[in-house]
């Protein structure tokens, strides 16, 4: 086979085009490289590049010789525009953008942006990967020469739509090798890969402590549904193995052992975590009260330790709790300090874990906040990758993330063929990443739908190939084609609706919901009626997570309802007592007392019970109401019930804010309230905050506040 290279200089950047010439391609793919580790891994790109072009893509290498996010963004758009640019993956110390004012985009991120701009950015690669998005260039960091500032600009779209996949290839550290060793190994290994072809085959999934509120009813139905998008796995040779973090004391062990199995394809991994840390268990589970009480004393050792005044800690819980001297005498014993420090260190996994370690799962989804740092110099998810096992590429999250998202949706496209970009790629919010070859895939499991990455890019708006892909048996075939076409603007969701009521198989009812979803139009409330009362436990949990963003009065009733169902389960409770928490009192209160009259078991006593608290939280947002108005009222104070609205969403006070941004002299705080209408994208009172943000927009004279109306405007109107 012939193979042809052509240079050529393009802005600030030398690219690289390898075609083969034996066929024509559709699709290409770019592989963007720093200067620097082109020079010390040419070899394994380039014979990465050859590996990529053999499935199917041409490739472009884009070798970045002036650090300039934005010249590699024009590069990727010109390729977009010109030779049908599928996806770029980015290799070494290609530029970070770091994002302002967009936290929005994010699940969960909302720090305070007047803390360190290294930390209250976000690192995202949809600067890269969304040509729709505008950004104004701010600076570049004086200490982290690879992180570039940018602001979302507020006049552009405020939501994402990526046109093309990324992915990240940057090296952590490991002791005794380089980063161009480690990257040319990883490579190596990828081409390898590329060569042996597999099937998916086993999936494996775990569940660490305190995610999803330990609910066993969501990793129950999480079972049922991956059968439902590899319907393999219901075979009697089906391998599908769950993992929770109450099968041990210290799970990583078993986890570790697990992921390191050649023959598990895909792992997904629900728990906590930081940029070096996998956070699997809590405090030990035991019936044995000798362990109980060991338990109870290093716990108290641990509080010791760490208190600033050491003796008057001591003599705190020895007052408070009966502690006995003799529990918390050898507190700083070597020894015993040893022994505390190891068990800490065996309850999760941590960096020093990853020493030697040697992980074959071929595709993990790390479903953690922060696991997927690869803008710090070391990050636990890279170690994945990056060592002599099979793992070829992995899911992982800059920043935190929510715990309710949809991890797994179109999942089954993976056992389709569909390679780890294209399928990411719908999925992405700004936080999210892929570590590794987004060209990966496995072998399609249907002969006859092995072409769906090329249908993704080629036949986004062909109705008729969409309308077809409807009819298949595959669950999450059918799914895509509705995205498709919903993208396309070829189905209603009166259609929608319909198939949200019929549809049988909870992965795709729950697509339905969720493109209904992204339409603030008549169908949204009976969507959200129809998932509060699904059986797939995630499709409770979603809707009501969009009731609580919603809070229309006619929700209430049916949220009450639920709320008291002595069959509710845990994480399904955790979001209704949210969304009943940012309901008027008034309303709220006797909704309660509608659904508990005539009931007079101890479960609905304790029910009732349960109403002081809201009570409570009612009484405490009112004062809080009355301190935003305080002329004299903390500024503090008044910045914290502001950003509050961000996760309540709450309108029972609606016509106080508006009075407040119309009467309130604080700039920064009509920024700030400003910025928080723009979360009301699903409220039942959009439309008269978007007609309020108008309003104010034509009279406002000081331009920060009015560019924050213009952004929030963009936010609840696209």
């Not at 840390?277 to 030990?284: E, H, L, M, T």
């Not at 007609?691 to 109107?717: G, H």
């Amino acid at each position: 086979m012939k193979y042809t290279t052509k240079f050529f200089l393009v802005a600030l950047m030398t690219v690289i085009t390898v075609s083969m010439s034996a066929r024509p391609m559709s699709r290409s793919f770019a592989i963007v490289v720093d200067k620097n580790t082109y020079e010390n891994c040419r070899s394994s790109i380039d014979n990465y590049s050859q590996a990529v072009k053999l499935e199917g893509l041409n490739t472009f290498i884009i070798i970045d010789r002036w650090d300039c996010p934005d010249s590699i963004k024009a590069e990727l758009k010109r390729l977009y525009d010109n030779n049908n640019l599928e996806g770029a993956v980015m290799i070494g110390d290609v530029p970070v953008p770091m994002i302002r004012n967009a936290q929005h985009l994010t699940t969960a991120f909302k720090m305070d942006q007047k803390r360190a701009w290294n930390e209250s950015s976000i690192p995202s690669d949809r600067f890269y990967d969304d040509f729709d998005l505008k950004f104004e260039y701010l600076k570049r960091d004086t200490t982290n020469k690879l992180y570039f500032y940018y602001n979302l600009k507020p006049d552009g779209p405020q939501h994402i739509t990526c046109d093309i996949y990324s992915a990240r290839i940057k090296a952590p550290l490991v002791q005794g090798k380089t980063k161009y060793q480690l990257i040319n190994e990883y490579l190596e290994k990828v081409v390898r890969e590329k060569k042996a072809q597999r099937s998916l085959g086993a999936v494996t999934y775990f569940a660490g402590h305190g995610y999803n509120s330990d609910c066993m009813v969501a990793r129950a139905d999480e079972r049922l549904s991956l059968t439902e998008q590899f319907p393999y796995l219901l075979k009697a040779d089906g391998k599908l193995n769950y993992i929770d973090y109450t099968y041990d004391n210290y799970v990583k062990y078993r986890l570790m052992a697990e992921l390191a199995k050649e023959e598990i394809g895909l792992a997904i991994l629900h728990h906590h975590g930081s940029e070096d840390r996998q956070y699997f268990n809590g405090s030990p589970i035991t019936s044995n009260t000798s362990e109980w009480l060991e338990l109870a004393k290093k716990f108290f050792r641990g509080k010791i330790r760490r208190a600033d005044d050491t003796t008057a800690s001591k003599n705190y819980y020895m007052k408070e709790y009966g502690v006995p001297e003799s529990w918390v005498s050898n507190a700083f014993d070597p020894k015993i300090m040893e022994k505390d420090s190891l068990s800490d260190m065996a309850v999760d996994a941590s960096l020093p874990d990853m020493k030697g370690y040697v992980s074959n799962a071929r595709m993990i989804i790390f479903d953690a906040c922060y696991n997927g740092s690869f803008h710090m110099d070391d990050y636990i998810s890279g170690h994945y990758i990056f060592n002599p096992g099979r793992t070829m590429v992995v899911k992982g999250n800059s920043v935190n993330t929510l715990q309710d998202t949809w991890t797994n949706q179109l999942m089954g496209l993976l056992d389709l063929g569909v390679c780890a970009g294209n399928w990411a790629k719908g999925q992405m919010t700004l936080e999210s990443h892929l570590i590794g070859d987004p060209t990966y895939h496995f072998i399609s499991s249907r002969p006859d739908l092995k072409n769906i990455n090329e249908a993704m890019v080629n036949e986004k708006s062909n109705e008729k190939f969409w309308r077809k892909a409807m009819k298949d048996s595959n669950a999450d075939y059918k799914a895509l084609a509705m995205k498709m076409l919903y993208q396309a603007g070829k189905i209603s969701t009166d259609e929608l609706l319909q198939i949200q009521k019929e549809e049988t198989r909870g992965v795709v009812r729950l697509e339905a919901f969720t493109l209904i979803n992204k339409s603030y139009d008549k169908n949204l409330i009976p969507s959200i009626k129809l998932g509060l009362q699904d059986s797939y436990e995630l499709q409770r949990r979603m809707a009501c997570i969009s009731a609580s963003n919603s809070l229309s009065p006619e929700l209430l009733d049916l949220i009450v309802s639920l709320y008291v169902q002595p069959g509710v389960s845990k994480r399904v409770e955790f979001q209704l007592k949210s969304a009943l928490d940012n309901y008027p009192a008034e309303a709220a209160l006797a909704a309660i007392d509608k659904a508990l009259s005539g009931k007079d078991y101890e479960w609905y006593k304790s029910k009732m019970e349960e109403k002081k608290r809201f009570e409570y939280t009612y009484e405490r947002r009112a004062d809080d109401y009355k301190e935003l108005m305080n002329p004299s009222g903390k500024v503090k104070e008044k910045r914290f019930t502001i950003s509050a609205l961000r996760n309540s969403t709450s309108t029972a006070n609606l016509d106080i804010l508006f009075q407040f941004f119309k009467e309130s002299k604080d700039n920064d705080l009509k920024v700030q309230l400003a910025e928080a209408f723009g979360w009301y994208t699903q409220s039942w009172k959009r439309d008269e905050i978007i007609k309020f943000c108008q309003e104010q927009s034509k009279v406002e004279t000081n331009d920060s506040v009015k560019n924050e109306l213009t952004r929030t405007i963009n936010r609840l109107t696209n």
